[in-house]
């Protein structure tokens, strides 16, 4: 069998060891009953004006589950954040400047508990249906990510990242409906949370709200999404 070296395969191969890798952060976030995104002003001249999400491109020393995480800390301060793998995007002329592979992540997190502490290119929250157009394929990623929570929102408990400790089964419902884009009917989103069994009744109510005072409820412990850069291991869901 004759075998060759690495040096001569990446020798015969230049052209498939100059393209680029990177990654990009869909940063998702629930404020006022809408559903934000976080997005940051592009710093290319061909996207002068325009929004982007939040990537940069992966450092030849780096990890590719290590660099998302630098990415949102460098960005926008943000630490101990789940992330999920999504997808990878590769079209052609995706990237100005050439070649670039990009795998996106999506996250989740409560505004109202996770201030911003820089603000790089102008970094903030939009809301996702304002959206029309971003940099590069940004939309066509948002889109895919928004789809893929869409796809799970109902069967896995991935939402509550986005919901103080204590909730209200109405504010729980005006979450899924922000999600989703649509009215639930009351009665029956209630009978399938119910049927989930995810949920710990704390046998308190609300205060200070100007319609009847609903039970609060929490998301059992050991439910709530965690930061995969806690646990040592990314959560990934290719597709």
């Not at 325009?50 to 301060?77: C, F, Q």
């Not at 971003?134 to 408990?157: G, N, S, W, Y």
């Not at 046998?203 to 040592?232: C, F, I, Q, T, W």
Request: glycine share 4%.
């Amino acid at each position: 069998m004759n075998l060759k070296t690495a040096e001569v395969e990446k020798s015969s191969h230049l052209d498939y060891f100059n393209i680029a890798i990177s990654v990009d952060c869909v940063i998702f976030g629930y404020d006022k009953k809408e559903l934000e995104i976080l997005l940051i002003k592009s710093d290319l001249k061909e996207f002068e004006g325009m929004w982007s999400l939040l990537g940069d491109l992966i450092k030849p020393n780096e990890d590719i589950e290590s660099a998302p995480y630098r990415v949102l800390k460098e960005r926008t301060g943000l630490e101990d954040v789940y992330l999920e793998q999504v997808h990878t995007f590769g079209s052609l002329n995706r990237h100005p400047s050439g070649r670039v592979i990009t795998t996106a992540y999506y996250s989740l997190i409560d505004i109202n508990h996770h201030k911003l502490q820089l603000t790089h290119n102008e970094v903030h929250w939009h809301k996702v249906g304002d959206i029309k157009k971003l940099a590069f394929d940004h939309k066509l990623i948002l889109d895919t990510c928004l789809q893929r929570l869409r796809q799970q929102v109902m069967e896995k408990p991935v939402i509550f990242n986005l919901l103080p400790e204590k909730f209200s089964l109405r504010e729980l419902q005006d979450l899924y409906q922000a999600i989703l884009g649509i009215q639930l009917d009351r009665r029956n989103f209630r009978k399938k949370i119910a049927l989930k069994e995810w949920l710990v009744d704390l046998d308190e109510m609300e205060d200070n709200v100007p319609h009847r005072p609903g039970k609060l409820y929490k998301v059992k412990l050991d439910l709530k999404p965690k930061s995969a850069k806690k646990k040592k291991k990314l959560i990934a869901f290719v597709s």
